[in-house]
């Protein structure tokens, strides 16, 4: 039998160390497809943008770890476009499933909109296609740089894991997406639970005062709400308890108000 086709791809561009570590949790499943952006484009969400010199160029690029190497491709585009490249132009057949990650730094609660780890997956999902967006909890200082020093060997563990189910299961209606969350502390033997998204602000952005705000350049930083949740159900109660978080998305974004209140208030 043909070995599934599974797409793997992320937000932090071609060279990341999380990357080629997806790639080798998911070599034994079937055959790779490996396509990233040329660039790093951390909270890059959906964008389709051409802009930043994006010109969809596409060029090979080997993707190795430790002692394992496949022939991968880099792309001029941002997460959701790299997909678009990937499936109409570098697959040969159709894709069975998307991987998108191991991402430096985890994606939780409000946040997932801006993140380009579930904008590539959401990207697939609009494509018909399952999709996994895995991140791995890390501290600030290692969002943009690939740090060779992370150990991505518990999630890939759970990559394989939650792979293998994808591809075994038909998903139920509504499930476009599972956004996987790691926390740092995590082994092959932690715990995990299926968890809603939480609706706090997990990064919350932070402009630095200036001094002439025309002039003078800003600084942006983020709050981070480590340890903190809603409810005891969230992505972000799992994380601070040092649990695996697996949240399902829907690309349905409607609000779960009865339709029928909302048309009274507006009339």
């Not at 959906?46 to 010199?53: A, D």
């Not at 991505?152 to 563990?157: C, I, L, N, R, V």
């Not at 996987?180 to 809603?196: D, H, L």
């Not at 990064?203 to 600084?219: G, H, M, Q, V």
């Amino acid at each position: 039998m043909t070995k599934p086709l599974i797409l793997v791809t992320n937000d932090d561009g071609i060279a990341s160390p999380g990357l080629a570590a997806a790639a080798a949790a998911l070599d034994p499943l079937g055959e790779l497809l490996i396509a990233a952006p040329a660039s790093q484009q951390t909270s890059m969400g959906r964008s389709r943008t051409r802009v930043f010199n994006l010109d969809g160029a596409i060029r090979p690029h080997s993707v190795s770890y430790q002692g394992q190497a496949w022939d991968g491709f880099s792309v001029s585009a941002t997460p959701a476009l790299t997909v678009e490249h990937a499936i109409q132009e570098l697959a040969r057949r159709p894709i069975d499933l998307v991987v998108s990650g191991i991402n430096y730094g985890e994606n939780i609660g409000t946040c997932i909109t801006v993140s380009g780890t579930i904008g590539a997956a959401m990207e697939a999902a609009e494509r018909g296609l399952k999709a996994i967006a895995v991140s791995l909890e890390t501290d600030a200082a290692r969002w943009f740089e690939h740090d060779q020093s992370v150990d991505f060997g518990t999630a890939m563990h759970f990559v394989r894991l939650f792979a293998v189910r994808a591809l075994e299961n038909k998903w139920p209606l509504d499930v476009d997406v599972l956004k996987v969350e790691i926390p740092i502390s995590a082994t092959p033997k932690s715990g995990w639970m299926v968890t809603r998204q939480d609706k706090i602000s997990y990064y919350t952005p932070t402009l630095a005062k200036r001094e002439n705000i025309f002039a003078d350049p800003s600084n942006l930083e983020h709050l981070v709400a480590k340890g903190q949740y809603s409810q005891t159900d969230t992505d972000a109660y799992a994380m601070a308890k040092g649990l695996v978080s697996v949240t399902p998305l829907s690309l349905d974004h409607t609000s779960r108000v009865e339709l029928a209140e909302i048309q009274k208030l507006i009339g």
